[in-house]
Nanobody, 125 residues
Framework: EVQLVEVGGGSQQTGGSLTLACVLT????????MGWFRQSPGKAREGVAA???????TYADSVKGRFTASKDNAKNTLYLQIDSLKPEDAAVYYC???????????????????WGQGTQVTVSS
């Protein structure tokens, strides 16, 4: 059974940095399409970054230049480096993963994919 576990959330001041990690276990492959979504209270969940099985990275416009996604296929781990934190970055961050032979709906999400439980990022002024 595939499980995704996000770690690294916490509280940082505006302008600070955080690194999130998402570890996939129980998978049969070593190259999943993996992505990050976030959701803050009262807002819809939005995709922020993803790395597909070709290694191509996609970012939401709101995070370009501040967020850096990377993936270690040997460890089935996805990372998200968040720099220059803004108050609007505060949210629960979720990891997604889709196995290589399944089409995705964007930011490596799919109804046939997997989701983590989320990790909270809080930004203080």
């Amino acid at each position: 059974e595939v499980q995704l576990v996000e770690v690294g959330g916490g509280s940082q001041q505006t302008g600070g940095s955080l690194t999130l990690a998402c570890v996939l276990t129980g998978g049969a492959y070593n190259n999943y399409c993996m992505g990050w979504f976030r959701q803050s209270p009262g807002k819809a969940r939005e995709g922020v970054a993803a790395i597909d099985t070709d290694g191509d990275t996609t970012y939401a416009d709101s995070v370009k230049g501040r967020f850096t996604a990377s993936k270690d296929n040997a460890k089935n781990t996805l990372y998200l480096q968040i720099d220059s934190l803004k108050p609007e970055d505060a949210a629960v961050y979720y990891c997604t993963a889709v196995q290589p032979d399944i089409p995705t709906d964007g930011y490596c999400s799919s109804r046939f994919g997997y989701w983590g439980q989320g990790t909270q990022v809080t930004v203080s002024s």
